[in-house]
């Protein structure tokens, strides 16, 4: 039989790791005695003692082992002593179903708390299940078309039996898998819930090369000890010496060689026998050099068909990875990022196998999924421009856009600056000493200000000036930022935001949150686009209208204590932010996962998005500007 297989694995943690692989050994005269093997496997553990996933590994490793090398002639004793003789951690709670096909017929063992359904017919029956240590076995015949599902008692709970018997309805295993994986990311324990899939069919579905064409599974199971069986000789081609008549034998040729009886041999006689001994040999030696190439020609071509359907295997379940990826992308960020590592081994095997295909396009996708996932292994920003090109030894904290203008504040030195992103140009705008007290800017078409620990100064090219004491506010904390809409000024408070509008002599004040009761205490940063959105220190977004609070379902997929930097624009759905780990994280405004990039080793000072929304300007520690394309 020849199998389709698909696994449905939750979110792999710190306390719970599952797997499903499957195996057949190279050599044919094991496979004959043994079968088919395929197993899934799952570990839960509060204290996790080990790494589950190294635990895992050898589990496998050496339930497949202690199989396929058994001397015992019984397939169930062989598999029941294949999982018994497992050594598993006190406080792990797991889960292991294996089973083996043979001639048609399913052999199958379950340890810990899982169940076997076998679909036939579009029927769906539980034909073995257990909810204890001690293992249960069953075996039973096969038919063209069975599915067997290998399942959890998790995965049941959370898929529930009833979701699980209308995705299993379809005969196609595209849309059971789509629908059981819809399932399962959208269940609140998806980490400790995983099954698996197995489709069987008749050899005579397949052509004759496929079916001796080794499956490639989706998880690659460490070779184990299996000494590889003696190649027969290939049989040589009897060799027809060609006859002198189109009638005559090989006897008469011989009586033709042999030297006629008589008390003289004639000179010519003897030449011509040599002559044919010479003949001969040679015909013999270009036959033989023609077997040879044939041989080698035909091992080369077997070799290529192996390698043909091994890829092909590859890219399938590449492609599937990658399909799932995308699909959870804007509800889990990890897991995208899981599979597109996972994806990245799959497309690494691609290429080892050494076929002249171009493989840059699957290079390009799983490149961009690491990239907005967070993933270290891949650069996500590029270097856009060395800031020492405009002063030297710069110290530039703060940036603000305006228009096609990136101003760039260093207040060590009392140096505003502008730099034109499309020309890459650059001058000094203000070099007055109050520079030094400023600690943010902001910018739009009513000026340029800057805000200091008791003022807000209106920036121009040739000075300073005031135009807000902070002290005018009576009761104000302490500001944490500062931003501008529609020629207003938003100051964000330790405990309120307060609104300045602009009027003859400089600004007047007021407390725009209605209800400041329930505001929070560490809030960081302030972002406008109509909506006025707060960031706190831990991440959390909350968006205010007219002065309150509005709704807004956040992603739970960040843990930091540093967030800061909120930015957004009227002309985007987006929202922006970073923390002191380097990283930059993008969420829409409906509060779907955008992104995720990590920066690596370049801390942030400061960020801004671009005119159109669709880049990200970043100041960073080392003094260069860097662009992150969304």
């Known amino acids: 039989m020849h199998f389709q297989c698909r696994s449905f694995i939750g979110r792999t943690s710190d306390t719970s790791w599952s797997q499903f692989w499957e195996n057949e050994p190279d050599d044919r005269n094991v496979f004959a005695l043994k079968g088919h093997l ?59 179903i294996v089973a083996v096909v043979h001639q048609n017929k399913l052999f199958t063992t379950i340890t810990g708390s899982g169940a076997v359904h076998l679909v036939r017919s579009g029927k769906i029956a539980n034909i073995i299940e257990n909810y204890g240590h001690e293992a249960k076995i069953i075996s039973g015949p096969l038919q063209d078309s069975d599915s067997i599902l290998l399942t959890t008692n998790d995965f049941i709970k959370e898929i529930t039996w009833d979701a699980l018997k209308i995705a299993l309805d379809s005969t196609k295993i595209q849309s059971i898998e789509e629908n059981l994986l819809s399932l399962l990311y959208s269940s609140s324990a998806e980490a400790e819930s995983s099954a698996a899939l197995i489709q069987a069919f008749d050899d005579d579905d397949l052509p004759q090369k496929q079916i001796e064409s080794q499956t490639i599974p989706q998880t690659i199971v460490p070779p184990f000890p299996i000494s590889p069986s003696p190649i027969a000789p290939s049989p040589i081609p009897i060799i027809h010496t060609p006859t002198l008549g189109s009638k005559k034998t090989l006897q008469s040729l011989l009586s033709h060689l042999r030297p006629q009886s008589s008390d003289t041999i004639n000179p010519s006689t003897l030449q011509t026998v040599s002559r044919r001994r010479k003949y001969n ?34 890219r399938q379940s590449l492609e599937a990875k990658l399909t799932d990826a995308n699909t959870i992308r804007s509800l889990d960020l990890n897991s995208a990022k899981d599979l597109a590592t996972q994806s990245q081994e799959i497309l690494d095997q691609m290429k080892n196998i050494g076929l002249s295909t171009d493989l840059g396009d699957y290079q390009s996708q799983i490149s961009q999924l ?25 110290n530039y904290s703060q940036i603000a856009l305006n228009g096609n203008d990136l101003y760039l504040l260093d207040s060590s030195k009392s140096h505003l600056d502008t730099l034109n992103l499309s020309q890459k140009s650059h001058q000094n705008y203000s070099n007055d000493p109050s520079i030094s007290n400023l600690t943010h800017i902001v910018s739009d078409q009513s000026g340029i200000y800057g805000l200091s620990s008791s003022d807000i100064q209106l920036i121009s090219s040739s000075k300073l000036t005031e135009k807000f004491k902070l002290s005018s506010i009576a009761d104000h904390s302490s500001i944490q930022d500062m931003a501008i809409w529609n020629g207003s000024l938003y100051l964000l408070d330790t405990n309120t935001i307060w609104k300045l509008t602009p ?3 400089g600004f007047s004040s007021q407390n725009w949150i209605q209800d400041d009761k329930d505001f929070p205490s560490n809030v960081s940063s302030i972002a406008i686009n109509g909506k006025i959105w707060t960031l706190t220190s831990d991440a959390k977004i909350t968006p205010y209208l007219r002065g309150q609070a509005d709704q807004f379902k956040q992603p739970t997929d960040v843990t930091t204590s540093t967030a800061k930097g909120l930015i957004t624009t009227a002309e985007s759905e987006l929202l922006a932010f970073f923390d002191d780990s380097n990283i930059v994280y993008v969420y829409g405004k409906d509060g779907s996962s955008k992104a995720r990039y990590n920066l690596n080793d370049k801390k942030i000072l400061d960020m801004t998005f671009s005119p159109d929304a669709s880049k990200i300007y970043l100041l960073c520690q080392d003094q260069k500007l860097y662009l992150l394309n969304l």
């Open 370 to 394: 690491l990239s907005q996932t967070g993933s270290s292994t891949v650069e996500s920003a590029t270097a856009f421009f060395e800031l020492n090109l405009i002063t030297d030894n710069p």
């Open 38 to 96: 395929f197993g899934l496997i799952s570990l839960t553990s509060s204290t996790s003692p080990t790494s589950l996933t190294q635990l895992g590994h050898d589990l496998i490793e050496s339930i497949t082992n202690n199989y396929y090398s058994s001397e015992f002639t019984s397939i169930s004793t062989n598999l029941t002593n294949a999982v018994d003789s497992l050594s598993l951690p006190q406080d792990t709670r797991f889960t292991i």
């Open 281 to 314: 040999r040679i015909i013999a030696v270009v036959l033989l050099l023609a077997l040879s190439f044939s041989v080698y020609f035909g091992y080369q071509k077997r070799l290529e068909t192996q390698k043909n359907n091994q890829f092909d295997t590859l």
């Open 503 to 505: 009027n003859s002599s």
